[in-house]
């Protein structure tokens, strides 16, 4: 008979410095999106305007 030990929800270590790093872009990471798409956009409707 095998006994299976007991699956126990195990906090993540957040004392590295990877988890931190990962952290910290994680949460810039949409905000950055968001203003390079603004970027994109502008700059695409500057290079039509004078043509149009």
Do not use: C
Request: charged share 15%; net charge positive.
């Amino acid at each position: 008979m095998v006994i299976a030990a007991p699956l126990s929800a195990q906090e993540p270590d957040t004392t590295s410095l990877g988890y931190k790093i990962g952290y910290h872009i994680g949460s810039w990471l949409p905000f950055g999106i968001i203003v390079l798409l603004v970027v994109l956009i502008l700059a695409r409707k500057s290079r039509r305007s004078p043509n149009e």
